[in-house]
């Protein structure tokens, strides 16, 4: 079974950049879908970007134009650049990795945007 790890979290000014990495444990090509997730304390777990493995890419409304999902399949890595981060930006980071009716998450990785 693949296992994701995230990494690239941190505490940030606001106007600032982060850049998270989800590693797998296997080859992330077998898979339909490979996105991020976030979740703020007190709320739901929001959609924040996707990338389908022929490349086509999904936002979040709140994102567009700050973030950008690629993915390096030799590498077995997804990675969000996250710029102009904004304090409502903050919030638990979740990797997902989607392939029919089977999905597997990370394990999170905090970002925090102070104001």
């Known amino acids: 079974q693949v296992q994701l790890v995230e990494s690239g979290g941190g505490l940030v000014q606001a106007g600032g950049s982060l850049r998270l990495s989800c590693a797998a444990s296997?080859?992330?090509?077998?898979?339909?879908?490979m996105g991020w997730y976030r979740q703020a304390p007190g709320k739901q777990r929001e959609l924040v970007a996707t990338i389908t493995s022929g490349g086509s890419t999904n936002y979040a409304d709140s994102v567009k134009g700050r973030f950008t999902i690629s993915r390096d399949s030799a590498k077995n890595t997804v990675y969000l650049q996250m710029n102009s981060l904004k304090p409502e930006d903050t919030a638990v980071y979740y990797c997902n990795a989607r392939k029919l009716s089977y999905s597997k998450w990370g394990q999170g990785t905090q970002v925090t945007v102070s104001s």
């Open positions: 296997g080859s992330i090509s077998s898979f339909n879908t």
